[in-house]
């Protein structure tokens, strides 16, 4: 099953104390490209988060949100060391009085001395970073999920695209049977005006034509670009996501179209040709999409 490199998902989990909620945006990127974006507190799990991201998103250019909400809004307040705070205001009282300076902005400067002012923010404890974390997987769970039902969308356009190409390559071996006849005919009408009937040499002139006309069988071509096809489609049914691997089978199919439109040498061919290359070019766009 393919799934799309378009995701989105928000997963919440919470105990007596603390709600978590992570949000997941993703849109298509060749490579893994990571932001998150996480209260202060939990920075020190920053790089986890970074690990289950490469382990279970993969790629993708993703937005990862996270935020909290306390039960009780004081639990994570930053705390004033009184006592502290009372000696700074004293000591600077006693200068400004000896200096002979006012003392209309003492508090202020003693409220930012060093160490009055505390947070409660440094770290959290254990059970606290079990639930962002569970926070975190139900989100991911979501964001795969989306995926998923994207990719399937994904893979009946894919799948119903490549039928188009199997059906034009059929289109093209029911057109062909005259093909190779026309051109022994025309060959022959040429020469016959150029050089005249009684001038050619019948034994050179069929090997030429012999070899000429090998240049122009297009068997090898269908047959592998039906092979490739429905290794296409097989991959698409794979119980893997793997976007690349149907990038390398599609430039394979591209090969083999375009061959065949060179070696055509009939102008109903080259037009089913133009077709095929319509089909292909919507699915590489598609599979820019795929994980």
Known sequence: MIKSMTGYGVGTFENENVKYTV?????????????????????????????????????????????????????????INAELLKKYFEQLK??????????????SLALNMPEVISSNDDEIDEEEGKVLMK???????????????????LKGDLEKR???????????????????????????????????????DKNRFEQEIVFYIDKLDITEEKVRLRSHCNYFIEALNSADSNGKKLGFISQEMGREI????????????????????????????QLLNVL
């Open 162 to 200: 490549v039928m188009f190409i199997l059906d034009y390559l059929t289109e093209v071996e029911s057109v062909e049977g005259d093909r190779i006849p026309l051109i022994r005919e025309r060959l022959n009408q040429y020469m016959e005006s150029a050089v005249g009937k009684e001038n050619i």
């Open 94 to 107: 006693q200068i400004a009085a000896e200096l002979g300076d006012n003392t209309t902005s003492l508090f």
């Open 258 to 285: 375009n061959t065949l439109g060179s070696k055509a040498n009939n102008a109903d061919i080259q037009q089913i040709v133009v077709r095929m290359k319509e089909e292909l070019e919507k699915i590489k766009e």
């Open 135 to 153: 926070a975190f997987h139900n989100a991911v769970d979501k964001f795969n999920t989306f995926r998923a039902d994207e990719g399937n969308i």
């Open 23 to 79: 949000e997941i945006k993703s849109l298509n990127s060749k490579f893994l490209e990571l932001s998150i974006r996480l209260p202060k507190i939990v920075s020190d799990k920053e790089l986890t988060l970074r690990g289950e991201c490469t382990k279970l998103i993969e790629r993708g250019k993703v937005n990862v949100l996270i935020s909290s909400e306390y039960t009780d809004h004081t639990a994570k307040a930053s705390s």
